[in-house]
């Protein structure tokens, strides 16, 4: 994984943290805007979650934070 991402990932998990507390979700679509301006990144952060990770959906952004932020 890129720092660029794994910056971007505890950057928007702190963020999503902070406003609805350690309970909330989140996918990997939570580190982009609505439209694709970086597909690189985006395919770098799929398949992290989806291949690599296996993980659901949704998942807790705590969980996320704590599997990126040692990489």
Not at 15 to 20: C, L, T
Not at 21 to 27: L, Q
Request: net charge positive.
């Amino acid at each position: 994984m890129t720092s660029v991402l794994r910056d971007k990932i505890i950057e928007v998990c702190d963020k999503k943290i902070a406003q609805r507390g350690t309970n909330v979700g989140i996918s990997f679509y939570a580190f982009f805007k609505n439209k694709n301006d970086n597909p690189e990144l985006l395919m770098e952060a799929a398949t992290w979650w989806i291949k690599t990770q296996q993980l659901d959906h949704f998942e807790k952004a705590v969980k996320i934070k704590e599997l990126v932020k040692d990489l």
